[in-house]
């Protein structure tokens, strides 16, 4: 579960935009319901300007049973918040903070590198700032890989 202490709630006070991470496991929803109430909190009080840009399921792996169940509860709940771009869980996404290296740096072909340019693409979609469709993806990747 997050720390939703001073810090995060300076941060959504002085946030435009939030976008909410979900690991794609169980204890993941625990926390995304406290994460939640704490927005509702800053909006009400604090920042009534705070949007949620969207909800983006992270560390997924679609051969495992919880992980397909975690996807269709937050899609099913959220709808429209849920970004369609899911990142996949990624060795390479591990590895290369450990390098001093985003992972656009270190190894922009990867899986996970792929996937956080094309969140990119679609953020900027969304807020009118590219002229990008949807079909146009940054690379294409294999769901193998």
Do not use: W
């Not at 800053?42 to 969207?54: A, H, P, R, S």
């Not at 992270?58 to 918040?81: C, G, I, P, S, W």
């Not at 591990?94 to 340019?117: Q, R, T, W």
């Amino acid at each position: 579960s997050p720390s939703l202490g001073l810090v995060t709630v300076n941060a959504l006070t002085a946030a435009d935009s939030v976008i909410i991470p979900v690991q794609c496991e169980y204890f993941a929803l625990e926390g995304l319901g406290k994460l939640l109430n704490t927005i509702k909190i800053v909006q009400n009080l604090l920042n009534k300007d705070l949007e949620i840009e969207g909800m983006l399921l992270t560390m997924y792996d679609q051969r495992l049973r919880l992980a397909n169940q975690v996807v269709e509860e937050v899609k099913t709940h959220f709808q429209q918040l849920v970004f369609n771009t899911i990142i996949f869980r990624n060795t390479t996404l591990g590895e290369a903070p450990s390098h001093g290296e985003s992972v656009i740096m270190f190894d922009a072909s990867c899986k996970g590198a792929v996937n956080y340019l094309n969140l990119a693409r679609e953020i900027l979609q969304k807020n009118n700032m590219t002229r990008l469709t949807d079909e146009e993806k940054i690379i294409q990747v294999e769901d193998g890989i």
